[in-house]
């Protein structure tokens, strides 16, 4: 009796990697193919990229979209790029920190591991606001152990030549740099 395997054309990654971001990591005012997570993608094909990021997003939307994202498929690494939108809102950091956490502690009982990508904000609401927001994702990183990646926009932002219009979002050029900044984090995070 002869038996025959069935041949599926399912590719084998290495890792599934969920992002989970806003603007800066959906690829604003440019097309998807040019954001930093595709070009992530195609430096990467061995792991399965997950672009969960919406610009606009807060953290609060972000945890409500979290749950249906960790459900879609299993996730090795969430990558959490997130606060920009409640920073430019003025939100409380008590608020930044619970929805934080609370999105670090659902991806790690999926059993996914997390990688909590720093972020600033401008220091037009005063250096109190801005050491307190900034102190979050410090404290979270040591409180729950994971790595914490410094903020991808800190040597673009200053300069023109990268940035949009809106003196906000990284333009093309400026995709490739995030791009070479996000990947050893991702890699060595997959790797553990």
Known sequence: MVTSALLTSTPSYAATVLILGDSLSAGYGMSEEQGWVQLLRNDLPEFQIINGSVSGETTAGGLRRLP???????????????????????FPPK???????????????????????????????????????????????????????????????????LMQRDGIHPNEDAQPKITQWMS?????????
Request: net charge negative.
């Open 95 to 161: 608020q930044l920190k619970s929805n934080l956490t609370k999105m670090i502690e659902l991806s790690q009982q999926s059993g996914a591991d997390v990688l909590l990508t720093e972020i600033m904000v401008p220091p037009n609401y005063g250096p109190r606001y801005t050491k307190m927001f900034n102190d979050v994702y410090h404290q979270l990183a040591s409180d729950y152990d994971i790595e914490l990646i410094p903020f991808f926009m800190q040597e673009i932002a200053p300069n023109p030549d």
């Open 184 to 192: 050893p984090w991702i890699i060595d995070a997959v790797k553990k």
């Open 68 to 90: 249906d994202l960790l459900a879609s498929s299993p996730v090795d690494l969430v990558v959490i790029e997130l606060g920009g939108n409640d920073g430019l809102r003025g």
